[in-house]
């Protein structure tokens, strides 16, 4: 399904910066180590609540650098939503956003374009975070602050910057989406679900995270049955989006989005 803007008057979005939306954001490090250790603990060998691009280069990675499925996948949804042609504005690359030319060239990569091959992207992004959780001794909080902020800047036992803190709990929150911990996509029992099917619509942005997340608090308070998430999109834009799952699942949407308060216009149904 395609993705289209849904606009919203600006009298509907203004979200204030409750200290609880910023402390939910940015989960310290004790919350977030035990967080991930945990998972490492009991969920490492969960399998995908559904069948995500380029699926078999995830697999076949974390078969041969023995790290949890579930865990590249939810590292590829926060940096690149599985787009292999993704480039940041700090020049990383592909699938798993690899740094040029530093980290490409220490992964092996000897020209940009290599970076755009699904397979081999993948398979760097889960050797270089096998080596920081090496270098960390297993403390995949730390490991995924390094992945973000780089090695130099993250030491343990030593505060992380507050930046690399929020990368942590972002990606644990992409963590809960491919487990279906989170946002669990609607299907029959029984049904094939793609992450290619899944309907996504921006509907705003925001300047900072905890904004963002704020927003999709108050939303899913007033409107329970909603499926919001957000999503960092590039250095100070962070997009809330709405989910759905088929064209009657979109409309009922828009009705519970417009009975909570936020009114909708610009709909192009024809673009769905």
């Known amino acids: 399904m395609r993705r289209l803007i849904i606009a919203l008057l600006a ?31 009991r969920d490492a060998v969960s399998e995908p609540v559904m069948t995500f691009p380029h699926e078999h280069c995830f697999r076949r990675a974390a078969r041969a650098h023995d ?4 865990l590249l996948l939810a590292v590829a949804r926060g940096e690149s939503d599985f787009d292999p042609r993704a480039v940041s504005h700090a020049n990383a690359h592909g699938l798993m956003q690899i740094l040029w030319p530093d980290t490409a060239k220490e992964l092996g990569f000897t020209r940009l374009s290599q970076l755009y091959e699904p397979c081999p992207n993948v398979d760097a992004g889960a050797r270089y975070l096998k080596k920081l959780l090496t270098r960390y001794n297993g403390d995949l909080h730390l490991a995924l602050a390094a992945y973000n902020y780089g090695p130099g800047r993250i030491r343990a036992g030593v505060p992380i910057p507050r930046g690399a803190e929020w990368y942590s709990g972002y990606i644990f929150q992409h963590l809960a989406y491919v487990m279906g911990e989170r946002n669990r996509p609607r299907g029959r029992p029984g049904d094939t679900l793609r992450y290619s099917d899944e309907g996504r619509v921006a509907l705003i942005l925001f300047g900072e995270p905890y904004r963002a997340a704020a927003f999709v608090d108050t939303l899913s308070a007033a409107a329970p049955e ?3 998430e957000w999503f960092r999109r590039d250095l100070g834009e962070y997009q809330v989006r709405l989910l759905y799952s088929d064209r009657d699942d979109f409309r009922r949407s828009v009705a519970r989005l417009r009975a909570a308060g936020f009114p909708v216009t610009a709909i192009d149904e024809d673009a769905l």
């Open 226 to 228: 909603l499926r919001l």
């Open 11 to 41: 009298a509907a979005i203004a979200i204030p910066a409750t200290a609880s939306a910023t402390a939910r954001v940015y989960t310290g490090k004790r919350d977030l180590g035990i967080a991930w250790a945990q998972f490492l603990r």
């Open 67 to 70: 790290l949890p499925l579930v």
